[in-house]
């Protein structure tokens, strides 16, 4: 355990915020909360931002065909979407995740594995979305012009259909951006996390949890049981995905606010 001098007193971590020059505290291990959340500020964006390129890449040209061809495809995605809308997504990605732990144990095959999850688990909803969407947008008079003089459905949807859904696309992935983070930060408070952790002995003699990775939602949910003694520990993680996670939702509004006065 990192013991250090305050004065005559001996002082073992946490520390507090504004401790031995520890801005924003530290955790069991003494190890920087501010240097901590800074650098896990890109882990857990990134894993956001993949799990959200998973999505669109997934939902994108299942949507698009969906609701070009329609018939038994575009059925399937109402399927689909009605059928993962009907249980809240935390509660069914949490067991699914749960399910597979035991096979993974940590590790990069288990981030992949959480990553691929939270991926799939949003890609119906994206695609239905896609789908009704291309539905309108099929109709309008210059797609059905293209239609007439025999351009084929790729080129159709590549030219005319793609970049006035682009706004609309535009709109949906910082949106997608701020549920993806909620979605973390909430699996987190449910022990499910992308990084492992460690146990060590506090100066008190208790056992704490420390975690490995300085992912805001494993920072949050690592540290929960812990709000009362060491309130620091999980307020700091829940502000900035908070934060985080409400710039991503205004800047959805401000585009869709945009997108609605050019047309």
């Known amino acids: 355990m990192l013991l250090q001098m305050e004065g005559r007193r001996l002082v073992a971590p ?3 915020p504004g401790q031995l020059g520890y801005v924003l505290g530290s955790d069991f291990l003494g190890r920087d909360y501010w240097s901590r959340l800074v650098y896990g500020a890109r882990i857990t964006v990134g894993l956001a931002l993949m799990i959200n390129l998973i999505r669109f890449a997934l939902a994108l040209p299942v949507g698009l065909q969906a609701g070009w061809r329609r018939g038994w495809l575009a059925r399937a995605v109402q399927a689909a979407a009605a059928g993962f809308g009907s249980l809240p997504a935390l509660v069914l990605v949490y067991i699914v995740l749960r399910g597979l732990w035991p096979f993974f144990l940590g590790g990069n095959a288990w981030m992949v594995a959480y990553v691929l999850v939270l991926g799939l688990a949003g890609a119906p909803r994206i695609a239905e979305q896609v789908r009704r969407r291309t539905e309108e947008i099929a109709l309008m008079p210059h797609v059905e012009a293209a239609q007439a003089l025999g351009a084929r459905p790729a080129r159709i949807l590549r030219r005319h259909v793609l970049p006035i859904m682009r706004a609309d696309l535009l709109v949906m992935a910082p949106s997608e951006m701020a549920w993806v983070l909620m979605i973390m930060a909430q699996l987190a408070v449910f022990g499910v996390h992308p990084g492992g952790a460690v146990q060590v002995e506090t100066i008190s003699g208790n056992i704490a949890v420390a975690e ?6 494993q920072m949050l949910g690592t540290n929960i049981p812990y709000l009362l003694s060491y309130p ?13 996670a409400a710039g991503f939702h205004l800047l959805a509004e401000g585009l869709r606010e945009r997108d609605l006065m050019v047309r």
């Open 14 to 16: 946490p520390y507090q």
């Open 212 to 217: 490995y990775l300085p992912e805001w939602g």
């Open 232 to 244: 620091w520990l999980p307020f700091y993680p829940g502000l900035a995905i908070g934060l985080t």
